[in-house]
């Protein structure tokens, strides 16, 4: 079946399963970049043409890597990307800039590395908390002025911080975690993203790879971010796993993979609030694209839903290792 779309914000319509592309850097380990430029291929190719991508992914080697896709495929994509973490990804030097002069260098940089001249949708990748989001979201502004961007969007925002910055201008998307184990945004982010009209893009739809049928802790090795992770940590990892084998058994009776479960149910779920929802699955093996695609065929039942629903309340760790650096802990 086609890959059909979805309306993520007016004017901003988007293949209905989006690709996550940090997968193209090496964040869980060494990545063959002309592999993983065959995989954007071919999720171009069968119909998954919404590309996320960030700066501070490899130190720009993912925005490098999809700007060969773009170089003459550009026109079939729709291409996020995102400013504001500087540093290392999972680093200790890791840090926020939001500052408005950062804004306008951060996008010059991005679009060079992405061979374009602009983006569709450019996400705050987080709120920095030295800086009025109003300013940051002002400066943003500019670059929609500037023909430089065409969408607005903030990654792991509050309720309140979306709302303010949509204040300045109409914010298109907010990009958080939520998937069957991490769900505490349905709290305030979600509802106020659904009250406002704007689209979600749930990141770790798959909780990194714990739900799939895929992932064994030996897959675990030296540099792979998911050491960060408290729900990855030596104790809390085959509790973790427990939960897994729950999602198995409805995707035993569904004839799906756990992986389609749980995107089945993040559809489903942004269904029940009405909200426009398009979540960004990534993965360096172009078979796992392929699947993760068939979710967008997969029927849950409502008492799979229900069954779900209740694991989030079983999960050991928090889905971050700070929380205040997304909105859980600042909600």
């Known amino acids: 079946m086609p890959v059909p779309t979805v309306e993520l914000a007016p004017g901003l319509t988007v293949s209905a399963q989006g690709y996550g592309a940090m997968s193209v850097a090496p964040v869980y380990g060494a990545v063959d970049l002309d592999e993983a430029l065959a995989t954007l291929h071919h999720a171009v190719d069968i119909g998954v043409t919404f590309i996320d991508t960030a700066n501070i992914y490899g130190s720009g080697t993912s925005e490098q890597v999809v700007g060969k ?15 504001g973490l500087v540093g290392g990804l999972g680093k200790d030097n890791r840090s926020i800039n939001g500052r408005p002069d950062y804004v306008h260098e951060a996008i010059d940089e991005s679009l060079q590395r992405l061979g374009v001249d602009v983006v569709d949708l450019y996400y705050l990748h987080r709120v920095d908390p030295e800086v009025p989001i109003e300013e940051t979201v002002g400066a943003m502004a500019e670059l929609v002025k500037a023909g430089k961007v065409r969408h607005l969007g903030l ?39 659904a009250e406002l009209g704007i689209g979600f893009v749930p990141f770790s ?33 085959p ?23 749980a995107l089945a149910w993040l559809d489903a779920k942004a269904r029940a609030f009405a909200l426009p929802s398009v979540s960004i699955p990534g993965t360096r093996f172009a078979g796992r694209v392929t699947e993760n695609a068939g979710a967008l065929d997969v029927t849950l039942s409502d008492e799979h839903v229900a069954r779900l629903d209740a694991l989030a309340g079983e999960v050991v760790g928090e889905r971050a290792s700070d929380p205040t650096w997304v909105s859980l802990g600042r909600e």
């Open 69 to 83: 896709l773009l170089s003459d495929r550009r026109d079939e994509v729709q291409l996020a990307t995102k400013f």
């Open 205 to 237: 739809p798959v909780s990194r790879g714990l739900l799939t049928d895929a992932f064994a802790p030996g897959q675990i090795g030296d540099g792979d971010l998911r050491h960060r992770f408290p729900r990855f940590a030596e104790g809390a990892l």
């Open 155 to 193: 990654s792991e925002a509050t309720g309140e911080e979306l709302r303010r910055a949509h204040a300045v201008h109409p914010i298109a998307a907010i990009q958080s975690e939520w998937s069957i184990i991490s769900r505490d945004v349905e709290r305030n982010v979600v509802p106020t993203a």
């Open 239 to 261: 509790a973790n796993l427990e939960l897994r084998a729950k999602v198995r058994a409805v995707a035993d009776e569904t004839d799906a993979t756990v992986a389609q479960v």
